[in-house]
Each structure stands twice: as C-alpha cells, then as structure tokens.
C-alpha cells in the first residue's frame, strides 16, 4: 500500500510562529506561538516579529514534531509560507525550511499566504460543515493583512474578483479598537463587548464603492469622528455606551462584506460561500451569513473552525500537501516577497 504523506508546514508571515503536521488530509499536530509582545506597541512591530521568530521557531518545529508522534525522518516534505507578509518575518520561515528540506533531504514547497487561508478548507474536519465546498466557490479572505474575494475553481486556479483599495478589515478592527482604548489585537475585544451590544443603536454609515472591491478607511475615519464628536460633549462617553459602540461597529462590518458578497454570487452565479481569515473568527460575522444562508436557500456557507481561521501552521501545510500531490516543488533559491502577488 502506497504510503500516506507527511506534510510539514511553517507559518512565519506576520506575530504567529506556526507549525503543524499533518498526515494525508488529517491534522497530526498545530502548534501556535503568539508574540503577545506587540499587545503594548498598538500593532505589530516588524523587527521585534523576527527577533522572536528566530527564538521560537527550533522549539515549535519540535513541539509539532513530537505531539504528532513521529520522527523527523518520517516527514515527505517542509512546506513554508513564501509570502505575503513581513519580510524579516518571512525569511525566518524560509531559512528554517530551507535548511530542514537540505538536512533531510526532502522536497521544499513554498506556499501563498491568502491561498492557503482560503485551502484550510480541504483539511479534513476544519470546518463547521465537516465537508470540504465543492468547485466553483467562492473565498471570502477577511484577516488582518487581506480583504478579497476571490472565485475559486480548483485548488490552484483561484481569480480575485474584488479586494480592498485600503485597509484591510482585520486592520480596521484592530485601529478602531485602538480608539476604544484597547490593545492589539483589538477585533476579538470588540467581539467580547459586543455581546450584551444594541448592534442598532448607532448607525454607521457604509463606504460606497462600486464593483466587488471594499475600501475601509472612509468608515474607519466616520467612526473616529463620531466618537471624537460625543466625546466632546461627554467624556464618558465611551464607557456608558462601550457595548453598544462595539456591537454596532461590528455589525456594520458585517453587512458591508455580506452585501459585497451577495453581488459576487449575482455576478459569477456562485453560491458556495467559504470564509477564512482571522476576522472569520468573529462571531456575528459567522451568524449573519449563517442567517443569510437559512433565509436563501441557494447559499452553502462555509466556516472554518477557530483554529483554522487566524494565522496557523495547518493551513501551510494543507497547501504543501496539495502541491506535493502535484509534485509542485520549489528549488532552494526562492527568495520572500512581502507585497501580495497573483495566484
Ligand atoms: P490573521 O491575519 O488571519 O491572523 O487575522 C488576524 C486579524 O483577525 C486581526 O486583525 C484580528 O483583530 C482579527 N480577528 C481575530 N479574531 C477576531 C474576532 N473574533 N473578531 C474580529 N476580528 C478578529
Ligand atoms: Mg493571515
């Protein structure tokens, strides 16, 4: 019986030190290491991301290494994340994986960051559906560095039909959280006081941009004004009405990328719809396209499980195992880009 491949993917694009094993589709192992150094500084500081990289990423590749319960030796290829991302970040990861792959002598695959969020999907058991969608579909890359649609057709034939002219989404949480007085990353905090929040109470108004492109900063700076504004005239503002604040900015996000979406299934006459990212993680978002889905029966949602939304070595290594597949290999001399590059 042929043997099942052994995937090792390495995720080093932005604060995450990544790693995991995973076994033909089957996740052996995900080992996550957060740099909670960033939280004080409001957003990730590039120079401290590879500083803690460089010290975290021989003990993740370990740790991955032995929760899986197998040997270095066992491994059939080291996948990393070649871009886009910080560039010190990234050529942590690439060293790394280029030196596992001489060791071992064992294929090096290099992945796309935002292509891999959108195939987590194919890791068995990743999302709440428990089935990968099927050709065509459409991805939804809502995270803190990309915000896109892109059609799907096969795992490696990806078009994006839409993406952001300025801030990312994930991007606009965190700042807007900064406003609110708290740390980095600010999405799952505004998520936190979002819960006993009237999403209604404030009406933001939604940038309006033609086609299936987004653009954040304009909603982000009315946020800014508005709150500047209330303050002015009553500086508790923030306090007596944080949950309120927070659900209704947070709904807002929703509706913009769910109306965006909604003109992307009208365009293409696609709807099969598969979130990821890290904003995918955010709880209203999942259930106002869960409601949206019960109410027009023609939409097949897909939601990643948390584990496979924010920044992880699963995904990585889902992609190497994809490409491996397709005997998709990379030679030693590929260099990190920072910048988003097609498909
Ligand atoms: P990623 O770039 O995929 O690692 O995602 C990180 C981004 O996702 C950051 O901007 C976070 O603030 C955002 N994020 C993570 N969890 C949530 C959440 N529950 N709600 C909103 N944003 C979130
Ligand atoms: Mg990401």
Redesign the pocket.
Known sequence: MKKKPIIIGIESS?D?TAVSIIRNRDVLSNIIIHQNIHKKYGGVVPELASRLHDINIVKTVNQAINLAKISKKEISAVSFTLGPGLIGSLLVGASFAKSFSMGLDIPLITVNHVQA?ILAHFINNSNINNCSPKFPFLGLVI???HTQIVKVNDFFQMKILGSTLDDSI??T??KLARILGFHY????I??FFSKNGNCKKFVFSKPLINGLNFSFSGFKSHVLQFIKNKLHNNPSFIKENLSDICASIQRTMAEIILEKVQKATLKTNIFRIALA???S???D?RQVFISFAKENKKWEIFIPKKEY???NGAMIAITGLLKYEKNLFDSINVSPYSKFKNF
């Open positions: 932005c995450e969020h995270s803190g560095g994930g991007d949480f965190d990353p600010g999405g799952p505004i998520e990212g890290g904003v993680a955010n709880h978002i939304t924010t920044d």
